[in-house]
């Protein structure tokens, strides 16, 4: 069967900036150098030793018209919804939300002091999927399946399929592929996306390339349509996001936590929100 190689086709470094409560973190998509990758909205990166920078978490915020997903590396996490959802994301852990219609909700750290690492990501929903009521995957880190591949790396699968291994979020409209792989160092692996999805490789730790160009920690490179992306590591290994998802081609209205096809509807959340509608 032909192969045909994603290229990295832009390469984007994070903004620093902070949001909820004073969090500090790095927003990779969704600020002016990406501000959007179709179906992807945002993706921010924190990390930080120093309480100051994450205390203060995100209390209570309403969603409406998207998916938020939290993939933890370091430290732990309160969380809990109008919807009566609630618990804690642990290291390795992920919460993968679909807001749909809407609710309100709180992410604040459980720990007073250490190393708080982990991203969000937020995925757009369709017209008609919008409104859908909101739903709520809970991942604990050992629901997470991981493969073994030759050469030393491992592939942990949250969503899609890879490498044989399914994660264990399903019924995601955007038909997603979340995947963080770790390289030791000095090997290479493809990775098969399926082709005609957005989709982007992140580099989380290390330095690596990807279909030849360089990344850097905290880089992320969009990738060209294909079906393959063929991922090299460094002579001191590397950590990687490979994400893709189905785009959705579809007009954007975004204003802070609501993401609509239109500004009427964008007003609409808004003064549901006000009203108190946007809970279940
Ligand atoms: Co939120």
């Given amino acids: 069967m032909d192969r045909r190689n994603r290229t990295v086709s832009k390469k984007v470094e994070g903004v620093r900036t902070s949001d909820g409560a004073g969090v500090r973190l790095t927003r990779i998509i969704g600020s002016g150098r990406m501000m959007e990758l179709d ?5 921010d990166e924190f990390k930080s030793d120093n309480p100051d920078d994450y205390i203060g978490g995100f209390p209570d915020h309403p969603h409406r018209g998207f998916e938020t997903v939290t993939y933890l590396i370091a430290g732990v996490v309160d969380h809990a919804d109008s919807a009566g959802n609630s618990g804690t994301l642990q290291p390795g852990g992920a919460q993968w939300m679909t807001a749909g219609r ?6 604040l750290p459980k720990q007073k002091e250490g190393m708080l690492w982990g991203f969000q990501l937020w995925v757009n929903l369709p017209a008609d999927s919008k409104m859908v009521p909101p739903r709520y995957q809970d991942i604990p880190p050992e629901a997470i399946p991981h493969a073994r591949l030759p050469g030393g790396a491992v592939a942990r699968v949250l969503a899609g399929q890879a490498f044989g291994v399914t994660g264990p979020v399903q019924g995601i409209v955007t038909i997603p592929l979340y995947v963080d792989i770790s390289l030791p160092p000095d090997t290479s692996l493809s990775v ?9 490789v992140y580099m989380i730790q290390g330095e690596g390339k ?9 880089t992320l490179g969009q990738l060209s349509d294909g079906d393959i992306v063929k991922l090299a590591a460094g002579n001191s290994g590397c950590r990687v996001f490979v994400v893709a998802a189905r785009p959705l081609n579809q007009p954007v209205a975004r204003w802070g936590p609501f993401v609509m096809n239109t500004d009427e ?4 959340a808004i003064e549901d929100y006000r009203a108190g509608r946007i809970r279940d």
Avoid: N, R
Wanted: proline share 6%; hydrophobic share 40%; glycine share 12%.
């Fill in 265 to 268: 509807e964008i007003q609409q």
């Fill in 192 to 200: 098969p996306v399926e082709e005609g999805k957005s989709a982007f």
């Fill in 210 to 218: 990807a279909d030849g160009t360089t990344l850097t920690a905290g």
């Fill in 102 to 107: 809407g609710l309100v909700h709180s992410e």
């Fill in 39 to 43: 179906p992807f909205l945002l993706f």
